[in-house]
């Protein structure tokens, strides 16, 4: 499946910019530190790492999130392997994405091997104990024929309010859905019409501090009914 290319402009050098959604890929502060205190922590991770764990997420974009876990799970010690299943409508070229992740010396070495084979076109690529698996499309149309089921969520859609489409309660729903149980999910976001979304879809909703500037992110737990 063939999808439009990311639409991307710098700032501060190598901050990319979607010119579609006017919305930063990850924060102008530290976008290391915003994935591991959202998605990380906002999902108890790495404490709930195990053999098998099945991460899923909304919107790939430059890949931090992933090697930020990827980094997290080699480093708890944790033995076995992960899956990381992402859906990503506007995909990054390799070169862009080169240049998004040298803002990260920390995460070079892993952010060379998924930019190689990335630049070969594959959409399931393995680094060390994970599997990365990218849905190319419009997630509204695939996660609802994808088979699969995570036990965490991160939903790192660009911003609500330039980007509705990632946000709807029908989508919120297909989460639950594709959610294992006793799953988790967090976003960045505590946009009133998200959370009331995720509480509808059968989540249980949390606000809680945010990173950076953001005052509030939220946590979600999928309920027992």
């Known amino acids: 499946m063939q999808c439009p290319h990311a639409d991307l402009e710098w700032r501060d050098g190598d901050i990319p910019v979607s010119t579609r959604f006017d919305d930063p890929y990850f924060s102008l502060e ?67 994405m080169q240049r998004a992740l040298s803002a990260f010396p920390e995460l070079e070495g892993l952010a060379t091997e998924l930019v190689q084979q990335w630049g070969t076109g594959a959409h399931k690529i393995s680094i060390g104990p994970a599997t990365l698996d990218i849905i190319e499309g419009d997630a509204r149309e695939r996660l609802s024929i994808w088979n699969g089921e995570a036990d965490a969520w991160y939903l790192d859609g660009f911003s609500p309010a330039k980007n509705p489409e990632l946000w709807q309660e029908d989508l919120m729903a297909e989460v639950t859905r594709h959610t294992a149980p006793d799953g988790t999910a967090a976003t960045y976001t505590a946009a009133g019409f998200v959370r009331r979304g995720l509480g509808a879809a059968g989540f249980t909703v949390t606000r809680t501090p945010g990173y950076g500037r953001k005052r509030h992110m939220t946590r979600c737990v999928l309920r027992a009914d």
């Open 30 to 96: 530290s976008g290391l530190d915003e994935t591991r205190h959202v998605f990380l922590a906002g999902n108890d991770l790495p404490a709930r790492f195990r053999d098998g764990f099945h991460i899923a997420e909304l919107g790939f974009g430059t890949g931090l999130n992933f090697l930020t876990t990827l980094q997290a799970w080699q480093r708890s010690g944790c033995e076995g392997v992960f899956t990381f299943t992402s859906f990503e409508a506007f995909p990054m070229s390799g070169e862009e």
